[in-house]
């Protein structure tokens, strides 16, 4: 039987000292694949390194919902797997995935178990903690997401929202059908978004964004919310700041 392919799609913002390292990793998959990049206006070389590497490189608005839904739109593949550009993937993380699904046909996609490469306690505490809500059916995009083709048209795809794409659209997958969650090999993600952050500010600021999007907030409101901390305009609202968010958009990493 002929293996599935694998269309890999990768967000890119400014990620040129990672992305080289990633792609390198997934040059030695066996696995029949396919790189998507999709690029969001870098300007540090990214595109460069995307292309050298042979990946298929696309632009698009950038925001992590607009560039995945872009890159989906473009893929060939059997399997959609989107992967962050800081992202560890395992070796033999490809086989792993088609195995999952080979072994599992009922499946309709899944995860990789996380783990954080800080040398700290508090990603000692997120890797225990990223375990326990991926048993009650949560994950993120940082965790590599990858669903069958099939299913991922059935559900409508990952809608180009301003933050929380990933979150909404797993809500959808678990609801189609069994997932899985490859726990070996793991994939290792960075804890650079959490550098000089205190912890009880994270996990506030993670159940404060979650309950205003169970409430129904706008998640391009939710996206000012979140990067309000980071800006130093923080006195101008959400709608005012719309241009300025064409300029100066959102963190490109879901909200973790």
């Excluded at 632009?59 to 959609?80: M, N, T």
């Excluded at 991922?152 to 809500?171: H, K, N, S, T, W």
């Excluded at 290792?188 to 999007?213: E, Q």
Aim: hydrophobic fraction near 40%; aromatic fraction near 8%; charge should be neutral.
């Amino acid at each position: 039987m002929t293996a599935p392919l694998v269309s890999i799609i990768i967000p890119t913002l400014n990620e040129a000292a990672n992305l080289g390292l990633l792609l390198d990793r997934l040059a030695g998959e066996p696995v029949p694949h396919e790189i998507i990049v999709v690029d969001g206006g870098s300007e540090d070389g990214t595109v460069d390194i995307a292309a050298a590497a042979e990946a298929h490189v696309l632009s698009a608005p950038r925001g992590r919902g607009q560039q995945v839904v872009a890159g989906a739109d473009a893929a060939s593949g059997d399997i959609l797997l989107f992967l962050h550009a800081d992202s560890r993937f395992p070796k033999g993380g490809l086989a792993a995935v088609a195995r999952a699904l080979e072994t599992a046909p009922q499946a309709v996609g899944g995860n990789f178990r996380l783990l954080f490469d800080g040398d700290d306690d508090f990603s000692r505490w997120l890797d225990g903690f990223y375990a326990r809500i991926r048993a009650r059916g949560v994950y993120y995009g940082d965790s590599a997401i990858f669903v069958r083709r099939a299913v991922y048209d059935r559900l409508g795809g990952i809608r180009p929202i301003a933050l929380m794409e990933d979150y909404d659209f797993v809500r959808r997958l678990e609801k189609a059908g069994k997932t899985v969650c490859i726990g070996d090999p793991a994939l290792t993600t960075s804890s650079r978004h959490f550098d000089g952050r205190r912890k009880g500010a994270i996990i506030w600021g993670w159940i404060k964004i979650h309950l205003l999007f169970y409430l129904g907030v706008s998640p391009r409101v939710l996206a000012w919310l979140y990067d309000s901390e980071r800006r130093d305009s923080r006195s101008v609202g959400p709608e005012q700041q719309s241009d300025q968010r064409d300029a100066a958009p959102l963190r490109p990493q879901s909200y973790s």
